[in-house]
Each structure stands twice: as structure tokens, then as C-alpha cells.
């Protein structure tokens, strides 16, 4: 794992064009790319919080579709309310975070496989739910004609493809951009110190179990963000949404992009996508085998990942956020 945090002058500026193509990209780019990469920002918010759990952290976890759920049910009934974007998005958070407060007490007491267990059940539980509790999600057939609505108060419905685009990309751009700077303060360093060394933390006085708590409820608010992309973009979200396929496919992102590593987790999504997306539809039936080659040639061949990659390159030196 590589000990710093510093990005590196390269890095800041790939990070920069990076930026400024996904902003130009309505420019030259067709409605079905700009909707694919629309679907992808949600997706990546939620490789963000498993990243932040299972790299940052050190809880391995499969559950973050739990909080993505219900922060995808809550921004789905706030449409319906004709709630703008950005309320929609600050609900779907906040509702996603008091889920995860609720049920984080038991998960942040565990480690290793038995987390990731515990987090799988509490994620199928929540599938479970959301395809049975019928009043609430819809049931199996989920909510299905989700209505459009301004981005801001005021404003125009996200009917129009590039204006949909927009939207979800400037939003997850600036929930991933509080994350990272939350990783670079006095905050990152502590919930890294109980990862690498929990015995001395607490003999340091440091309430271990406090810290991850707060962290999976942060975890969870941003994917529950992620849900509320999700509703913007597809205006419809079903159990199909949030079950353990999406679960098993952003966990293989993150392992692909480098588990410590949030930009790492987002170029993941973005492999797994263009996999799944692109190429898969030409071998009918050959997805999971396209995406296993991918896992096992990213393990072998790509031992830190895609995010390790970059730091030979020198395009960072550091970890989680760099």
C-alpha cells in the first residue's frame, strides 16, 4: 500500500482534464454515451462508499447497496412530489445515512469475512424488502415512471439527455470532491489509523468503534446519493436496481481500481461498465465469464489495481483520495 497521501503535479492535471472532458463531453458525444455515462456517476458514487469502506476503513463490505436502495426509494418519492434535483439528492443522503446509523452498530463490531457477511445479509434483506413492501417500492415492478423535475428550484425538467448528463455528473463531481477532501483532513487520517492499527488507536485513547460508525454512515450517505443519480438518469428504479448482482459488479470495481483508492474505484466502474456494456453484447451469454477474465487478469496482472497503475506512472503517490 503506498504510504502517502500527496497527489503529485501530473496527477492534479490529468485530474483536471479529466474533469473538464466529462463537462464537454454533450459537446461531441451521442445520447446513448451520455446516458450511459449518467447511470455510470451513480454507479461510481457507490464504488466510491464500498471503496471508502472496505480500502479506507478496512471493512469489506457487500451491503452498500442497502443505503444506494434507499436513497434511490427516497429520491424516487420526492420526484413524485415534484421536489427539485438537489432536494431529491440531500434527501436520498440523509435517508441513506440514518439508515446506515441504524444498522452500523452492528457491523462496525466485526472484521474481515464476517463483515462482509453481515454487510451481504443486510443488503439482501434490503432487496427483500424493497421487492415485497409493495405500498412503499412498488414490489417487483418497482417504480417505474418516475417524473422528470428541475435540477434546482425554478429551473427546467431534466427531460433533455445532455441536461440529465449534466446534473448527475456536476453532482457526483461534487459529492466525490467533499469526500476526498474529508479523506485529506484530520478525519482521513484517523479512520486510516484504525484501520492500520486498531490495538494502538484505543490504547491512544480513540474511540475506534465511534469513528467507523460515523464512517459507514458517511459511506452510506454517499451512496445513497448515488441512488438519487440513479432515479435522475433511468427516471425509474426497481429491485433489479439494488440487488446482489449490482452489489458483486461494484465490488469487483473497486478491487479492479485499487480497494484504497476512490478514483481508483470510479475508473473501475468504468471498466466493468464498458465490459459489461460494449463488448458483452457481442458474445451473447458470455457477460460474468468477460467479467471474471477481467477480476483475474486485474488480480495478476494489476496487483494495487488500476489506482496502482497511476502511481507508477507517476500520476499520484497516494492513497483513498489521491
Not at 451521442?30 to 447511470?39: E, F, K, P, Q
Not at 427539485?84 to 440523509?94: M, R, S, Y
Request: glycine share 12%; charged share 10%; with cysteine.
Amino acid at each position: 500500500m503506498i504510504p502517502t497521501r500527496l497527489r503529485t503535479p501530473l496527477g492534479i492535471a490529468a485530474a483536471v482534464v479529466a474533469v473538464a472532458a466529462l463537462l464537454l463531453l454533450p459537446t461531441v458525444a451521442d445520447n446513448y454515451t451520455l446516458i450511459t455515462v449518467s447511470r455510470v456517476a451513480g454507479l461510481g458514487l457507490l464504488a466510491a462508499s464500498t471503496a471508502l469502506m472496505t480500502g479506507v476503513a478496512g471493512l469489506p463490505t457487500l451491503g452498500q447497496i442497502a443505503p444506494y436502495a434507499v436513497g434511490a426509494y427516497t429520491a424516487a418519492h420526492l420526484a413524485h412530489l415534484a421536489l427539485p434535483g438537489l432536494v431529491q439528492l440531500l434527501g436520498a443522503a440523509a435517508a441513506a445515512a440514518v439508515f446506515s446509523l441504524a444498522t452500523g452498530a452492528a457491523v462496525v463490531q466485526t472484521r474481515g469475512v464476517i463483515c462482509l457477511m453481515v454487510t451481504l445479509a443486510i443488503g439482501e434483506l434490503t432487496a427483500i424488502t424493497a421487492g415485497q413492501w409493495t405500498s412503499l417500492t412498488g414490489g417487483t415492478d418497482g417504480m417505474p415512471r418516475v417524473p422528470a423535475t428541475p435540477a434546482l428550484p425554478g429551473g427546467e425538467n431534466l427531460v433533455k439527455v445532455p441536461d440529465v448528463y449534466t446534473y448527475t455528473v456536476v453532482a457526483a463531481l461534487a459529492v466525490l470532491a467533499v469526500t476526498m477532501l474529508v479523506l485529506r483532513s484530520p478525519a482521513g487520517t484517523l479512520i486510516r489509523g484504525c484501520r492500520d492499527n486498531e490495538a494502538r488507536m484505543r490504547a491512544s485513547g480513540h474511540r475506534v468503534s465511534l469513528t467507523l460508525l460515523w464512517t459507514f454512515t458517511g459511506a452510506g450517505a454517499i451512496a445513497g446519493a448515488g441512488g438519487a443519480l440513479l432515479v435522475s438518469s433511468q427516471r425509474t428504479v426497481s429491485p433489479s436496481n439494488v440487488g446482489f448482482e449490482v452489489a458483486a459488479l461494484v465490488l469487483l470495481a473497486v478491487v479492479i481500481g485499487g480497494a484504497a483508492s476512490i478514483p481508483g474505484a470510479l475508473a473501475g466502474v468504468a471498466a466493468v461498465v464498458a465490459v459489461r456494456d460494449t463488448i458483452a453484447p457481442k458474445l451473447p451469454g458470455e457477460a460474468p465469464l468477460l467479467l471474471g477474465v477481467l477480476f483475474i487478469a486485474a488480480v495478476y496482472l494489476l496487483p494495487g489495481g488500476l489506482s496502482g497503475v497511476a502511481a507508477r506512472l507517476g500520476l499520484h503517490n497516494g492513497e483513498a483520495g489521491a
